[in-house]
């Protein structure tokens, strides 16, 4: 019953350490800058309301916005890349969600990319990068999603072999704890995934 008792404690003891870390490394994340001058701003696509962006995902996309601005304010003209799949209980593709919320605030539909097939954070990823290398080969890019989210996306970038700056639009419990704990052990699975190459996945416009 002791033994029993000491690997309970052990085991409740690694989960917070690892709960902590996490934390701390998403605050770390977060103060990382992020400076102007992408080729591309990708938006990791998040859960929708019917075909409307639930709140996660309609704070990446003010995020983006914003960014969006302040890259044209300093010269630039980068690509809006929305990257989501249609989930099993989902309307529509997140990413055409996506690029009707944009359209609709302003961003030119010419200077939106749509990729429709991703249905994880490593596919955002691994299918926005082919695209991009394909349109504007030695690209540099900014993905933006949230706060809770930054270490993952970061991850799955550098994996997927994307010169990648991560912009986390709020903080990491701007959405409450358990978005938070759910992020914690998806990016703790994510860490014994084996990186695969990246594929390509048709392109379409807004």
Not at 22 to 42: E, I, K, N, T
Not at 43 to 66: K, S, T, Y
Not at 127 to 152: D, I, K, Q, W
Request: some cysteine.
């Amino acid at each position: 019953m002791h033994v029993l008792l000491i690997v309970a404690v052990l085991l409740c003891g690694s989960v917070l350490l690892w709960l902590l870390g996490f934390l701390g490394l998403a605050l770390h994340q977060r103060r990382r800058s992020a400076p102007v001058g992408s080729d591309f701003l990708v938006v990791l696509g998040a859960a929708l309301h019917g075909c409307e962006p639930a709140p996660p995902l309609a704070a990446r996309l003010d995020a983006a916005l914003e960014r969006f601005a302040a890259e044209e304010a300093a010269g630039f003209a980068p690509l809006v890349l929305v990257t989501g799949g249609k989930g099993p209980h989902e309307e529509c593709t997140e990413a055409a969600t996506m690029s009707r919320y944009l359209i609709a605030r302003g961003i030119p539909a010419e200077r939106i990319r749509r990729e429709e097939r991703a249905v994880n954070t490593a596919e955002n990823l691994r299918f926005s990068a082919a695209l991009m290398a394909a349109e504007r080969p030695g690209y540099r890019c900014t993905v933006v999603t949230n706060g809770f989210h930054t270490v993952r996306s970061a991850l799955a970038a550098r994996r997927a072999g994307a010169p990648a700056a991560v912009l986390g639009a709020d903080g990491p419990l701007a959405h409450g704890p358990y978005l938070l704990l759910r992020e914690a052990v998806g990016t703790a699975l994510a860490l014994f995934d084996r990186p695969r190459a990246a594929s390509g996945s048709p392109l379409s416009r807004a």
